[in-house]
């Protein structure tokens, strides 16, 4: 008879999380659900890329088109990245505390620097846009700033997410074991 495969466990369990490193609240958490450890981030962090891509994206078109409908979209969008953003820096300390809890490498400095201009910078358009409804109906140099700014989300966004990568798919010179980026 043929019984299903068991599910794989865990890469870090419950009992390796070192004490002290969490809040006590969260390494209870944890520990009682080991899962969590090595999920949370990997899972989250789409979320802002996502919503940022599809901002810009719907912008562009309703310049392209002239559709207000996306251009509503488009802060829908924003602020969805908006939202989920600090959700994804705060899951990715959490992993980075785990995962790596020695002294933070270049790469942690990179991601961390860049979430926090990706977080003023969208958090500068949102309140832009809705204080500034028509930013983009009558294209201005505003406009254009105000499109640059859009468009640097997507572009902050693959660069954290490069560095991002290279914890878990390290370029390595042959032979040497170091990074090379």
Not at 1 to 17: E, F, T
Not at 33 to 44: I, K, S
Request: charged share 10%; with cysteine; proline share 9%.
């Amino acid at each position: 008879m043929n019984h299903p495969p068991q599910r794989p466990k865990p890469a870090v369990q419950a009992a390796s999380i070192p004490a002290g490193v969490l809040p006590g609240p969260l390494e209870r958490l944890l520990k009682k659900y080991p899962g969590l450890v090595r999920h949370p981030h990997a899972f989250v962090v789409h979320f802002p890329i996502v919503f940022f891509y599809s901002a810009a994206f719907c912008d562009l078109v309703y310049l392209a088109t002239g559709l207000t409908s996306l251009e509503t979209s488009a802060l829908h969008f924003l602020a969805a990245g908006l939202v989920s953003l600090p959700f994804s820096m705060l899951t990715g300390q959490i992993s980075r505390r785990l995962s790596y809890p020695q002294e933070p490498d270049q790469t942690f400095h990179i991601e961390i620097f860049y979430s926090r201009l990706m977080l003023i910078l969208s958090l500068a358009a949102f309140v832009w846009r809705w204080l500034t409804p028509r930013i983009l109906l009558t294209f201005t140099w505003l406009s254009l700033v105000y499109l640059l700014i859009i468009l640097a989300l997507p572009a902050l966004a693959t660069y954290i997410s490069f560095f991002g990568g290279l914890l878990t798919f390290p370029l390595e010179k042959e032979g040497d074991g170091q990074r090379n980026f």
